[in-house]
């Protein structure tokens, strides 16, 4: 896990999308997900603006702003969270200098498809921002490649689903292909 989590911190620190990116929405890894600190800690020492989630309650997930991995706190589902001070953010996006969010998952498939922990935190919170018109930042799936298209079936989508726009591992960093899309990078 760390060696894996290491090279895809490389790929994501060496890839346009982040190094381009003026904030980042992301997750601290647990239950072995990625470990996402050492990444973190590259978004707060390049002047980036980093928003971290709360689970607040099920389905209920918000942002907060933080510039020191230092005050997480263990929080629900035994993540660690931000310091919830004010109201957070419901979605964050480029009206808030958030480019690109890094989305946890259980497993991906190549055309965005994810497959979630089950609550719909992430479904619902960038759902609400698509659904309202606002700009969305780039959806970045992170996860190790074992985790992508591990079946080589694509992942059911059910409409209130988010397809990832992009895909992150220990391999590279790779754009998502909507069959039948002729979408280009």
Known sequence: RRANSQALTIQLLRHPIWQRARGVAAF????????????????????????????????????WACDDLEQLQPGRLGLLEPPQVGLGLGAPGPEHGVDIVLVPGLGFSRSGGRLGFGAGHYDR??????????????????????????????????????????LASERSVERCVVLGSSAVA
Not at 43 to 63: N, Q, S
């Open 125 to 166: 919170a960038f759902g609400m921002r698509r659904a309202s018109g606002l700009p969305m930042p780039l959806l970045v799936g992170v996860a190790f490649e074992e985790f992508i298209d591990p079946s080589g079936v694509p992942i059911a989508m059910e409409a209130h689903d988010l397809r990832m726009d992009w």
């Open 28 to 63: 601290v890894g647990v239950r072995g997900e990625p470990d996402t600190l050492a990444l973190l800690d590259r978004t707060i020492t390049a002047g980036k603006r980093l928003w971290l989630p709360r689970v607040l309650d099920r389905g209920v997930m918000r942002f």
